[in-house]
Structures are given as C-alpha cells and as structure tokens.
C-alpha cells in the first residue's frame, strides 16, 4: 500500500508538473500572444500616426501651394493694374500731345491765313496806289500837256 501510495504520490506530482508545464506554456504563450497585440497595436499605432502626419503634411503643402498660388495671381492682378495704369498715362499723354499739335497746327494755318491776308491786302493796297499814281500821273501829263495847250498852265492843275 505504501509502495503504491508513493506510485500515486508521484504520478500525481508528474501530473501536477504535466500540468503546471502546461500552464507555464499557455502562460507563455498568452504573453507571447499578447506581446504580438502590443507590437500590432504599437504598429498600427505607429502607422496611423505616419498617415496622419503624412496628411497634414500634404494639407500643409496644399495649403501653402494655395496661398503661393492666391500671391501670385494677386501679383499678376497687381501688375496688370499697374500696367493698365502706366497705359492710360501713356494713351492721355498721347491725346495731350495730339491736341496740343492741331491746336499748333490751327494757329499757324490761321496765322498763315492772316499773313496771306495781310499780304493780299497790302498788294491790293499797293496796286491800288499804283493805279492811282499811275492815273494821277497819267492825268498829271495828260493835263499838263493839254493845260499847256489851252495856256492855262501848271499852276491849275495843282489846284
């Protein structure tokens, strides 16, 4: 009976060790099962944390294309104002100028046509006194010579 206590004593302690041998398995691989989570979770963790990142970094360089983009049609807005402006300038400048040269261009065909006036004038003035010396010397002669025919002399023809 002893030997056979003993017997069972140490089959139950194998079992016990089977047992406990089967526990420390499961145990291991319960952590080991658990660590694989944890580095998955971690993983995972890690990856949409780079996703994230990787979205706001594109957000950020859409955003800042955006506001590069919004300067830059800003500055051609700006340019082509500025060039709008220097044309307008340039456009009255020239009607200044276009005014200013037909008005000069009036002024001297007027004056011009008051010099061709003056002219016409003074030769009509100077025709005329021409004529008129030339009939004054013509009646001169004339009645000289037929005052002095008729014996009445110089002295009537210049009263």
Known sequence: AMAQRAQELREERRRAAEVEDRLRREKAKVEEEQRHRQEEEAESRRRRKAEEERIKHE???REEEERRREAAEEERKRAEEEERRI??????????LRREKKESERRRAEERQQVAERSRQNFERNRTHRAVASNSLLRWNGDADSSMMSGNGIKQQLL
């Open 59 to 61: 957000e950020q360089e």
């Open 87 to 96: 044309r307008e300038k340039e456009e009255q400048e020239l009607e200044r």
